[in-house]
């Protein structure tokens, strides 16, 4: 059983988290979903590499489909609309996970640090 996962958020952030998950890939966890409103590097890779881009409101109606939804924008408005949806949808299984937590993986996985350029990456408003 494969872990579910989108990231929401491909600019610095994400984008570079996307590329670090891309290069440690492993059996185990799949990117089945982005969400970018900009033209960023990170869609590119994420269009490049096929993974399907979505709307942030498509992604959080994806249901027990996805597992881990990567809130990676550290626009703590975003976050809300994730959760608000997700309640609206009663999704009692995808989890939000803030910046905080993909810094996290981040340090596991890298040598170098992430860029750290959003102020509030923690999970509450």
């Given amino acids: 059983m494969a872990i579910n996962i989108a990231l929401v958020g491909l600019g610095i952030i994400g984008g570079s988290f996307l590329k670090t998950l891309l290069e440690h890939k492993k059996p185990g966890f799949e990117i089945i979903a982005v969400a970018e ?46 959760r608000k949806i997700l309640a609206s949808e009663n999704n009692n299984h995808t989890t939000v996970v803030p910046e905080i937590v993909a810094l996290f993986f981040w340090y596991a996985l890298e040598d170098r640090p992430l860029p750290d350029i959003h102020e509030n990456k923690g999970y509450t408003s």
């Fill in 37 to 82: 409103v900009g033209y960023t590097p990170g869609l590119v890779r994420a269009k490049e590499q096929e993974i399907p881009i979505h709307t942030l409101e498509e992604i959080s109606r994806m249901g027990d489909s996805l597992d881990i939804i990567f809130d990676l924008t550290g626009n703590v408005k975003v976050r809300q609309e994730i």
